[in-house]
């Protein structure tokens, strides 16, 4: 030991405070005076009764000491007088040499006890004297944790001597004036209890679980310290758990908590039944608490997982997101130090929150912002990961401050499809956010599907007045789009007469407005004349492509109707009305057509059948689209309070006869069938035949009298007058061939000629040429005798 300095403190070469029993030695050569002696016993009275406030070193605090000293002297020289022999003991004069003899020569050990005996007394006289003084009892197995400047103290067991009494008082601590006070709390305390856990979060202390002598908890309690009061947080965790570890871990955007181990009731057999446990709880500090059991990635018979412990010491590592986790009891003390990683559960140091705007196509590329929090506490890349329950898509994005990420959307086409996805962002190698944002990938807009409607888009609307259309968006399923943000490349051209008779077109000023909610009206005006309206649509990184009805020409005079241009106006009212009516005559006059009973071998009639069949399927998207206009204009009108319900109801009508319609020509084409291949076969025969009869016809041209000049005039002209009546005759059956062919779908040639009737359209031509080229001759031949004669 080093000796004790002036005032009786032991020196520490390290510079810290090291505790010892301290007593004073009566034997050597050395003396003390009654200053450094009062010194040392005030020192092992602070040592004793833990008095570390009193003062140790000489002057007013040592003048008591002084006294009991030497009364206490006094009384050891009068009866080593009485007794006689033996070493006398001397006093030092106070500034007398310090070499002169000891201070006692004899009985040292007697001399100490009895000295600390007196000195106890008069302790425990000052003690009752400051009885005001509070502190909690003795105890162990409690729970302190700091908020703000002082140290809550709660529970535990102890009290005077070998008592085990479990406690519930609340105790604080105040670190500005190192002075104990028990508070006197309101609300709901916890039962008495120790081996709980506790931490403290937003000036309040949380108690979670522990043990007394009649129960055992799995119970969650909070004390608002500043308004002393207690309440059950009515959130319990598993089975009741005692002498487990916990830890209180920093996170965005909710803090968490980490209870580890323990001692567990897991088969509600009591404390005395308790399993050393190693599960993990953790508590979301979110704006609703909850509990969570996360499962360790690793088998619970594998040999690197911790044995179940209790009265471990945990501790959290930032960097690294894990926690460290030292010794405990499992029927042994133990030594082994285990890492967790916790960020799955934590996260990193930064949060996201939404994105903006929520939606977007399945194509991608469209820039979208994330909001969050922390961005910047991390260097790295930015990847945003969109994904499903299975499938995922990432983007690299980039921080443009604290609290926002741009990123590109990803084309997900191949990978997720048109469905709702959660959002996560990680920044270099930390990990993925645990909170996440939701957005949905919706089918692209597409141009084929969809369409425009309005009075802007009609004929004999009032010129220099404001018109308006929409453009509803659809995509490739037909259905309506419910956002905005696509990109039209809309062109409104008036067609301008020139001096010269000629025209010219000049752009029209428009606006464009984005309702967000798939449609998106166009607000323009025109003067009298004629309007050329064009409205395409990109589709991702194709060129842009027409919507449905695309280019549109409406008309504008001085003189139309009476609020022409408005959705509620005498021209939207005339296009439901007639546009309903031409699609039922359209429905009339085919399925009649298309009805008709077909007799064996009339292929004329068979063909007629054909082309009704033909022209609804040619005209089937026209049809579709303007079921969709007056669809989508009636809908505009209602929100406009204009009853619909008698056009709804026709609509449905001509709707419903034209589905039928499709149906019965769907079937009409496969009972047809057999009969239009039967004679399809025939027809092919039919014109090899007439080819054959064409040859034949054309070598006996020939020889026809027309050829010989010994005919003479007349009997020529005779003959090529009935010539060019046969070649009249077989053009009416070849135009007649060409017509069946036409029908039956023979192939065609590069120029689009049908290949089984080449040749016969040459023999044609040619035996025309000759009929041409004689009628010539022998006009040339009249006109010679007319001259001669």
């Known amino acids: 030991r080093n000796p004790p300095n002036s005032a009786g403190r032991m020196a520490s070469s390290s510079g810290k405070l090291r505790g010892s029993k301290i007593r004073a030695s009566m034997s050597g050569g050395g003396s003390m005076s009654f200053a450094s002696l009062a010194g040392v016993a005030t020192a092992a009275m602070a040592s004793k009764k833990g008095m570390g406030s009193m003062a140790v070193s000489g002057g007013a605090g040592s003048k008591k000491w002084k006294g009991i000293l030497q009364k206490k002297m006094g009384s050891m020289l009068q009866a080593s ?55 909690p009892s003795p105890r162990a197995n409690h729970v302190t944790v700091v908020t703000e400047n002082q140290v809550v103290l709660f529970g535990g067991h102890g009290g005077t001597g070998y008592q085990r009494r479990a406690w519930n008082d609340t105790w604080v601590l105040n670190l500005d004036n190192a002075r104990w006070q028990e508070l006197s709390c309101q609300g709901t305390p916890p039962p008495p209890r120790a081996g709980h856990a506790a931490f403290a979060k937003d000036c309040n202390v949380f108690v979670f679980g522990g043990w007394n002598h009649d129960s055992i908890f799995n119970d969650l309690y909070m004390l608002d310290v500043e308004n002393k009061d207690w309440a059950d947080v009515d959130l319990s965790w598993g089975v009741p758990r005692w002498n487990c570890c916990l830890q209180l871990v920093e996170a965005i955007p909710s803090w968490r908590v980490f209870v580890l181990g323990g001692t567990a009731d897991v088969n509600g057999e009591g404390r005395s039944g308790g399993k050393f446990d190693d599960r993990i709880g953790v508590l979301n500090l979110a704006k609703t608490y909850v509990w969570d059991e996360p499962a360790l990635e690793m088998a619970e018979d594998d040999d690197n997982r911790p044995m179940p412990r209790e009265h471990s010491a945990v501790c959290y590592d930032p960097e690294e997101s894990r926690l460290i986790i030292f010794g405990g009891w499992s029927n042994k003390w133990l030594d082994d130090v285990w890492q967790i990683n916790v960020s799955s559960i934590v996260g990193p140091p930064y949060a996201i929150l939404k994105v903006e705007p929520p939606l977007g196509p399945v194509s991608g590329n469209m820039m979208v912002t994330v909001r969050g929090v922390g961005f910047q506490s991390t260097n790295g890349m930015v990847t945003v990961e969109f994904s499903t329950k299975d499938k995922e898509a990432t983007a690299q994005g980039q921080v443009i401050d604290d609290e926002t990420i741009v990123v590109p959307t990803p084309d997900v086409r191949d990978k997720i499809g048109p469905k709702d996805c959660i959002v996560r962002v990680s920044i270099g190698v930390r990990d993925l956010t645990t909170t996440t944002a939701k957005y949905s990938f919706f089918l692209n807009t597409i141009a084929d599907k969809s369409l425009c409607y309005g009075p802007g888009v009609l004929q004999e609307q009032q010129a220099g007045q404001p018109t308006r259309f929409t453009i509803q968006a659809r995509n490739e399923n037909g259905e309506n789009r419910k956002s905005g943000r696509d990109q039209f490349n809309i062109t409104l051209q008036q067609k301008v007469p020139l001096d010269d008779g000629k025209f010219m077109f000049e752009d029209l000023p428009f606006e464009i407005i984005d309702k967000n909610n798939g449609q998106y009206e166009v607000v323009y005006q025109a003067d009298e004349g004629d309007v050329i309206i064009n409205v395409r649509h990109a589709e991702g990184n194709d060129k842009p492509k027409p919507v449905r009805g695309s280019p549109f020409k409406p008309t504008f005079t001085k003189t139309a109707r009476n609020k022409a241009n408005e959705y509620t106006g005498p021209l939207i009212t005339s296009f439901i009305s007639s546009t309903l009516k031409s699609l039922d005559e359209f429905y009339q006059s085919t399925n009649t057509g298309h009805s008709v009973k077909l007799k064996d071998g009339d292929v004329m009639k068979l063909i007629e059948v054909l082309n009704y069949i033909r022209t609804l399927y040619k005209k089937e998207e026209e049809l579709q689209l303007r079921q969709d206009e007056i669809q989508e204009t009636l809908r505009h009108l209602e929100t406009e309070g204009v009853p619909i319900d008698k056009n709804t109801k026709a609509l449905k009508k001509v709707g419903a006869n034209l589905k039928q319609l499709k149906e019965d020509i769907v079937a009409k084409e496969k009972e047809i069938q057999p009969a239009v291949q039967k004679e399809s076969d025939k027809y092919r025969k039919v014109i090899m035949e007439f080819e054959e009869e064409l040859k034949t016809y054309q ?51 590069t120029t689009g000629k049908i290949k089984e009737l080449i040749n016969s359209f040459k023999l044609m031509q040619a035996m025309r040429e000759d009929v041409a080229n004689m009628r010539q001759l022998w006009e040339w031949e009249q006109a010679r005798i007319v001259k001669t004669e």
């Open 81 to 135: 007088g009485t007794r006689g022999g033996g070493q006398a003991m001397k006093m030092r004069k106070p500034g007398g040499s310090t070499m002169g003899g000891a201070l006692m020569a004899t009985n040292e050990e007697l001399f100490h006890e009895e000295l600390i005996a007196m000195v106890s007394q008069t302790a425990r006289e000052d003690a009752t004297a400051a009885s005001d003084i509070q502190m």
């Open 699 to 749: 070598g006996g041209i020939r020889k026809e009298a027309f050829y010989f000049y010994k005919s003479g005039l007349e009997l020529a002209t005779t003959r090529l007058d009935a010539v060019t009546s046969d070649l009249n005759r077989f053009q009416e059956r070849l135009d007649e061939l060409h017509h069946i062919a036409e029908n039956f779908e023979y192939t065609k040639d």
